[in-house]
């Protein structure tokens, strides 16, 4: 069965330091890739997709996530997190238009 | 920018009412989705159209959801009779895709906090 796994439900970080949010994907063939993020009382913003093509990808708010072929693996990364960066972040992948999405990692920002 | 506009933002009522959500589109997107997020099952797609057409509703409990795109600009999503157990945040998303499933990004509304007491 197609899944989408974040083995980490929160992360802790403090200000200024990096982050990175782990996401693997299941599925027969390689599906189309994204981060979302939701803070509180919001629906998810799309932060970045992967398609094909350069396997790092930009997104906005200074996110940039990694597609790694061979651990089936679309991690998230930050160099420098603000405060504001606390939410939940979400993983997804589809391979038509059905989004199936991982569970979710909380990040907490420690000033 | 753009936006999937939901309404009501809350709805506190009693089980056994009838619960209409409502959902705008960004317009001139053709493919319109219904999730559902609780703590204990994260996000659940529940049903999509495309085109107006449903095209998928195994997600939702047939016996009392039902969903409907009366036109392009609204979806709706209703509950009757409602129980406590269909408490949680349901979202609407839109997006575009064709019979090739051309896959673009889905955008979300700020989602339907929904208590049922």
């Known amino acids: 069965a197609q899944s989408v796994t974040q083995p980490d439900i929160h992360i802790t970080v403090s200000e200024g330091a990096s982050l990175e949010l782990r996401c693997n994907y299941s599925y027969g063939a390689t599906p189309y890739l994204f981060w979302y993020v939701q803070s509180p009382g919001q629906g998810l913003q799309l932060l970045l997709k992967?398609?094909?093509?350069?396997?790092l990808v930009q997104g906005i708010k200074g996110f940039e996530a990694e597609f790694k072929r061979s651990q089936s693996s679309f991690n998230l990364r930050k160099p420098s997190v603000h405060w504001s960066d606390a939410a939940e972040y979400f993983c997804?992948?589809?391979?038509?238009?059905?989004?199936?999405f991982g569970g979710g990692t909380r990040v907490l920002v420690k000033p | 920018d753009a936006r999937v506009t939901q309404t009501p933002r809350h709805k506190v009522t009693e089980m056994g009412q009838e619960v209409t959500m409502r959902c705008q589109p960004i317009?001139?997107?053709?493919?319109v989705f219904w999730y559902r997020q609780t703590m204990m099952q994260g996000l659940e797609l529940l049903a999509y159209?495309?085109?107006?057409?449903?095209?998928?509703d195994s997600g939702m409990p047939k016996d009392r959801f039902s969903a409907e795109m009366p036109d392009a600009t609204l979806a709706t999503l209703k509950i009757q009779p409602s129980e406590p157990r269909d408490s949680a945040v349901y979202f609407c998303a839109s997006g575009n895709s064709g019979q090739g499933a051309v896959v673009q990004p889905q955008h979300f509304g700020d989602g339907t906090r929904l208590s049922i007491l």
């Open positions: 997804a992948a589809t391979t038509g238009n059905k989004l199936t």
């Open positions: 992967y398609f094909s093509g350069d396997t």
């Open positions: 159209f495309r085109n107006r057409a449903p095209l998928d």
């Open positions: 317009l001139g997107h053709n493919t």
